[in-house]
């Protein structure tokens, strides 16, 4: 701990002596710097993962095959799971603890600058690699992003190597963003700021960070194997050899279920921050939030089979993994009452980051209601691997995940770059994303209940009308996030009014107590919290 | 603002009742929006539980919604309210915390009982073992012996849009299962290759076929008619051509069925013992082989015999199609083990191997002259 503020101290002297152009991204150890990065990576791989979504709701127009052959369009499913959880919604999350969790908690930067900068740059080589497997003779992985064996070893082309190898540096990179979380959270908070006294934003990615050092090594194991099957004559998952291709589906979802929670608890953490802020009232039940990401945490590793009900489990195993599922809609029921309670008899108003919590709030409870649908086993039977999943899980990961980023770039943009965003086309940015994605998500469930199932490329005549409006919803929700770009890039030319250092005015936190923009180096001293 | 927030709240709120009024029938058309409820006590009970968590769903959606809409129309800043200042509430909390559970045991109960039910395999009146491979499924009745593949039966100029698609389009196969009304059909599930999962919506049966293992369910049917449905998990490239159909009959007119199928089949197996002593002429086979390689093999190796580069080999000019016969003739009979290529022993006659072979040694520029005669194929099966 001493070492650690000795060199950041060190750091200090020479201020903003960095090198200019492209040398300073590649060797900046700036916390606020790297989030950048992160940020705008994760925007990027948002556009090229929503460009393959556009691929497949293209085909999917109408029945008939007509732009893609049904490899290519298993490769696009495939891929685009891949990029938008491990290069879109994972990215971006880390990006937004880099920037903001040293400026809550009033440290100077993360504790592990060296090792934050490689965790980014070695994102960009996993993605090049596994965007360039799509070029190879037999084409990318197209095995679906939960890679079952055996269709990802025995039957698989040999992009599965780059496949398995690109994973490997994508959980490299997540582990030590983790640690490197854990470390500075628990090490550098400013004198007085308790654990419980910490915004809700670090609480959540403190116990986010904990899951992904705890999954993230299954997920590699589970590459590993099947790179060895594959290729090196193993049987972990042949029966012939006396392995079972269902262990990769314990092992995968052992991985798989608290994932979902990683992608969703800072979430949780962001609306946390802004629904008081712009309810002007205190967050209502601080402690039980926390209480209950951590029950949520926890319930997160007894659940995994849940997405496995199909595969044949003995009866008591069925049993138990309903049930422990029912019990996670208890905390996360905690959350969704407890953010309603915390508006309720507010003062509220409605700027662009409540508008996009508000929808969360909404939106996140319709993928989370699904979700204990999902849980019933034997009507999870009915739903399972059917497009009533797509819905329910894309209410969760877009209108969830994505709107909680969204609803934070839009709190947050204006302390990074000091100004206030263009409004108007936040507004049209908001607007637009609200309406295309019902239409893109909400008539998912009647498909999937009508029986249409998922990752097919052509389907059968009762499902084309809901589809065509399904691929419209597609379309314009994809062009509506141009719009988002456009705010994002006049942002970051410094167009636009100057903002306050508080920049809201119910807004709370050593964050606000910086100057906008914040400085290249924030909290040399300590600040006290009371 | 204000405005539009009401309107998408009436749209959705449209939404959800549509959805949840909207009758459900076991005949799907084009704005089906529910669940089937299918045609067996078991599929009722899943849509009944449906219904019943989706009412809950509702209602608790609702609730909330409502107290947030509140919220928003009365508490706004811009009505010029002053916040409150709670922000806790421990009775508030635990009565939330608590109320939840007790939804939750009253919905686990009667799920449970569902469930067991659903598992309970014994007892059954008549098996089939049901066994998936790229990309079609093959039915084996255990008390009978009677066994047949099950392949998707649309032409592919429907789905490349270049003839009209029917009204079943995908999900019409060659040999639909044929089962029994009012027994307990018991099916044991596996796979050739890699998973795939069996599905009949009105059934409320999804079971996975995995490798290696068998997995069991059943059903007992209600009513005859046709029904249709699809492999649930991705196993591959045509993995949305894949489609089950079973038809369910009258106990007296499924016995009738199996005895004429079993008749069927013995005739089959004489044909081919006197198939041995003759000779087909090039014109029979290649006719005969276009027609098999295009149901069972140009899934793979691609209509014009090139195959996927990468991922299936061409056919067209490859040293086995031209040169080895013998090597030829063990690769379609035997498969090669740990590939995706499968044994046609089982799927094919001796004759339509025979074809096949012939085709494949023939078409597309595989000039080799060649036939391959019924008694070649059983030569190498016996030489084994
Ligand atoms: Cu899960
Ligand atoms: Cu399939």
Redesign the interface.
Known sequence: MTTATDELHHDDHHHDHKPSGIMRWLLTTNHKDISSLYLWFAFIMFLVGGAMAMVIRAELFQ????IVE??FF?QMTTVHGLIMVFGAVMPAFTGLANWMVPLMIGAPDMALPRMNNWSFWILPFAFAILLSSLF????GP???WTF?A??ST??S??STALFVFSVHIMGASSIMGAINVIVTILNMRAPGMTLMKMPLFVWTWLITAFLLIAVMPVLAGAVTMVLTDKYFGTSFF???GGG???MFQHIFWFFGHPEVYIMILPAFGIISQIVPTF??????????MVYATASIALLSFVVWAHHMF???MP?FG??FF??AT??I??PT??K???W???????????EMPMMFS?AF??LF??GG??G??LA????D??Y???YFVVAHFHYVLVTGAVFSIMAAAYYWLPKWTGKMYDTTLAQWHF?CS??SV?LLF?PM??VG???M?R????????F???NKWISIGGFAFGLSQLIFLALLIKACRKQGEPVSDQVWEGAEGLEWEVPSPAPYHTFETPPVVK | MRNKLYQLIALALSFISTALFAASDTHPDAYQLNLTKGVTDISQEVYDLHMTIFIICVVIGAGVFAVMLWSTIFHRKSRGVKPATFHESVKVEIAWTVAPFVILIFMAIPAAQTLIAMEDTTEADITVLVTGSQWKWHYKYMDDEVEFFSLMATQQEEIKNKFEKNPNYLLEVDRPLVIPTDKKVRFLITSDDVIHSWWVPAFAVKKDANPGFINEAWTKVNEPGIYRGQCAELCGKDHGFMPVVVIAKEPAEYEAWIAEQKEIQRLAKEEEQKLLAMNMDMAELMSVGERVYATACAACHMPNGEGLPGVFPALKGSDIALNDMQKHIDVVVNGIPGTAMQSYAKQLSLKEMAAVITYERNAWGNDTGETVQAKDVNALMNGN
């Not at chain 1, 029945?63 to 007509?66: A, C, K, S, V």
């Not at chain 1, 019933?376 to 009507?379: F, G, K, L, R, Y």
């Not at chain 1, 990752?455 to 009762?462: C, E, N």
């Open positions: 029945p008939g095959l007509q049904p490899d298993n190879m003779e037999g084409g197209n095995f679906g079952y055996p269709l025995t039957y082309n040999d042949d029966a012939a079972d291709p269902v309810s002007r009232k205190k967050l209502f039940g601080y402690a039980s199909t595969t044949g009866l069925e049993l309903m049930i029912m019990l809609s208890v029921g905690v969704v009452f407890n309603v309670a915390t508006m309720w008899r507010g003062a509220i108003s409605f508000l709030i909404v409870t319709i209601l699904s204990l649908m019933i086993t034997p009507v039977f009915q399972h691997d059917t607007w609200l309406i019902n909400f469930h009647f209940l009508a029986g199932p990752r097919i490329p052509d389907y059968a005549l009762q084309a009308d809901f």
